[in-house]
């Protein structure tokens, strides 16, 4: 019985010992809990609150396009833009709902936009989905007014691509929007960061130099409520607490502005060509023949960059898709045409090259030329009597070229097309340039149903039958006959610089081929393309610049669309799709040429009227824009010696601001003035 007391008492020790211990820990979490909940309640219950960390994006600031007096063409605005993150979300039907009028949104597209928020899942359901870009004043205020009620609701700030000059330059210049799920894919793949929502370049330099002007995102990492709104932590202890969740070195991270472009062109110049240029669709560019660099470039039609980099609607992309004249497309390099005329230099200089003539060289044109039983036509049903080498080219003998084709045969002519950069790419930095087509007995053989034939030679001596050339193939052959037989690798991009300006890059003028040809041989076609312009008789003649003192050659061009009959048809008679192709092509000064101009006008009519008058706009604005650069650098030396300087055009300062185009310069009205109409002659035509 002892032992069994002694059991009890035991027990009853074990017993009390863990009832103290139970009421001491119970006392403990009291005391806890009364510090948690009453001491320290409301810091806590704010950090409860507190309980995500959200990653925000900073995004970059894209890199400027500049032209080559530091004028910006693009540079970026801000944009609000309303976006939704699902993690914070709990309705997204209520809260897209709530959206909808403000937003502009259908029925249709809030249930799209529910089932797309609905479907998203993992870590992805953190990444915010942007509802609506560029969102109006109105809008803000409504959202900012109701943002309690619109969980996961944000208005993030961001670049928005600024084209100054609307459609000028547009397929130069490119233009951007959101990048879609297959390219995201592969842009992940390929270690690139992007995500979704993020604007990509399309088209143009906008594609082309992406990586460049792109910089990189940065980001910064906030305290967020299970709303997703962010929480600033307030106190030493809460700034404290908010530190444990984010540490200093992890809250930013900066980002990186891309670099600038700065374009060879001048926007000056840029201008004179679009006004000048008086088709519904056609291109005209502009080269230095010294470097290659591209001096202007207009494709008409053009779209707006700033419409299709955002905002644009379904309608008004089906309708640039179904425009019969295809405002997207960039005629200079991405069409290709007869080039009429203008290919006759190609057929000279085969002939001398080859030995076939020399330039004294006569034939006898009586209005057309017989092969066979099949009679080519000239141009001038009367004839132009007896013609050698400079006369042909002054005046387009047709028969002349039809001779000297059918005595080459086309392989030499396709060599010397070759030779001058038909048929290839000209390499300039822009995306999706054609080759053209130069044909030779072996392209007939492949596609002619016929094979080859004879009189294939004599079509494509005039530049017609198959051969086609763009119009910035056609710049750099003639760059290549006025500069002595070098072809550069048109460019666009004069250099690269970073964010503050310093040089990255330079694109220096690139040789990518020779001509081959004799200097004498070059120096005959020069002087015929010279008295094309400047001499009596001339099919560009009445076209001459009146307000220059240099001399300037060139070629008129008219190109068949559609096959002859037997009867002759005035252009104007026909309708606008069958009427001819109109080309002129010109380079100044003869001596020592600073500028090539290359001009097609599609179903413009004749050379001489309809695409020589834009040339010569462009060539006397050039030159009047030297003279003007240099009575203004005139000036400023005049200043450093402490004269009275002369007024001077004051240049535009870069900044991300917004800015108005400039006006054309006062030297150039001339220019733009249409010049007194061609007296009635038998050589107004291509």
Not at 462 to 486: F, P
Not at 565 to 589: I, K, N
Request: charged share 25%.
């Amino acid at each position: 019985m002892g032992s069994g007391q002694a059991a009890g008492r035991e027990y009853l020790r074990r017993y009390v010992y863990a009832v103290l211990i139970a009421v001491g820990a119970l006392c403990v979490l009291a005391g806890r809990l009364y510090w948690l909940q009453v001491v320290r309640g409301e810091h806590y219950a704010r950090l409860s609150r507190s309980n995500f960390v959200k990653a925000v994006e900073i995004p970059a600031d894209r890199g400027m396009i500049l032209d080559r007096r530091g004028t910006i063409v693009v540079d970026s605005r801000p944009s609000y833009d309303v976006a939704l993150t699902p993690a914070f979300c709990p309705d997204p039907e209520q809260t897209l709902g709530a959206l909808a009028g403000v937003l502009g949104f259908g029925l249709d597209e809030v249930r799209q936009w529910t089932k797309r928020v609905a479907a998203v899942r993992g870590l992805e359901r953190f990444r915010p989905i942007v509802l609506k870009e560029d969102v109006g004043r109105d809008a803000l205020d409504w959202i900012d007014a109701h943002r309690l009620e619109l969980d996961g609701v944000d208005v993030r700030i961001r670049p928005r691509r600024n084209y100054r000059f609307g459609k000028m330059l547009a397929h130069v210049l490119g233009y951007m929007n959101e990048i879609g799920p297959a390219e995201l894919e592969r842009a992940r793949a390929r270690g690139l960061d992007y995500e979704l929502g993020d604007a990509i370049g399309r088209a143009g330099l906008e594609e082309r130099f992406e990586s460049v002007l792109r910089g990189k995102d940065g980001l910064e990492r906030v305290v967020v409520d299970a709303k997703g709104r962010r929480i600033d932590a307030q106190g030493e202890a809460a700034a404290a607490e908010v530190g444990r969740l984010i540490p200093e070195e992890e809250r930013i991270r900066p980002s990186v502005p891309g670099h600038n472009l700065v374009l060879t062109i001048d926007m000056r110049l840029q201008r004179v060509a679009e006004e000048a240029f008086p088709g519904r669709a056609g291109s005209v560019v502009a080269l230095d023949p010294q470097t290659g660099y591209v001096l202007a470039m207009v494709s008409r039609p053009a779209f707006d960059p700033n419409r299709l980099s955002g905002g644009i609607t379904k309608e008004e992309m089906q309708a640039l898709a179904e425009d019969p004249y295809e405002p997207m497309l960039h005629r200079a390099i991405q069409e290709h045409y007869h080039p009429g005329s203008t290919f006759k230099v190609v057929t000279a200089i085969a002939g001398l090259e080859e030995g076939v003539i020399r330039p004294s060289d006569t034939v006898t044109c009586n209005g057309g030329y017989t092969l066979g039983r099949r009679r080519w036509r000239c141009w001038r049903a009367a004839g132009h009597g007896r013609v050698a080498l400079y006369d042909a080219l002054q005046h387009s003998c047709d028969v002349y070229f039809y001779a000297l084709g059918d005595r080459l045969d086309i392989d030499p002519i396709a060599k010397w097309a070759r030779a001058l950069g038909f048929g290839a790419p000209t390499g300039l930095p822009l995306p999706h340039e054609i080759p053209g087509i130069v044909p030779d007995v072996a392209y007939h053989e492949r596609v002619s149903p016929e094979g080859y034939q004879r009189g294939f030679a004599l079509n494509t001596a005039i530049g017609q039958g198959d051969v086609n050339v763009t119009n910035m193939q056609l710049a750099v052959a003639y760059m290549a006959i006025a500069n002595g037989g070098i072809r550069y690798r048109p460019q666009v991009v004069l250099r690269e610089e970073d964010a503050e300006g310093r040089v990255v890059r330079e694109f220096l003028p690139e040789i990518v081929g020779r001509v081959g040809a004799k200097p004498e041989t070059l120096a005959e076609v020069v002087e015929g393309l010279r008295r094309v312009v400047m001499e009596p008789g001339g099919t560009a003649y009445y076209r001459r610049p009146r307000h220059l003192d240099v001399q300037v050659a060139g070629k008129t061009g008219t190109a068949q669309v559609v096959k002859m009959g037997r009867d002759r048809v005035s252009s104007d008679e026909l309708d606008y799709w069958h009427r001819d192709h109109a080309w002129f092509v010109a380079f100044a000064p003869v001596e020592h040429p600073e500028i090539v101009v290359s001009v097609v006008n599609e179903h413009g009519g004749h050379g001489s009227s309809g695409a020589a008058p834009t040339a010569v706009a462009v060539i006397e604005a050039y030159f009047e824009l030297k003279a003007q650069d240099a009575a203004e650098r005139h000036g400023a030396h005049e200043v450093e010696a402490g004269q009275a300087p002369a007024p001077a055009v004051r240049e535009r300062p870069r900044t991300r601001g917004r800015a108005r185009p400039p006006e054309s310069p006062p030297a150039l009205r001339h220019a733009l003035e249409p010049h007194p109409p061609a007296m009635p002659s038998a050589t107004d035509t291509g």
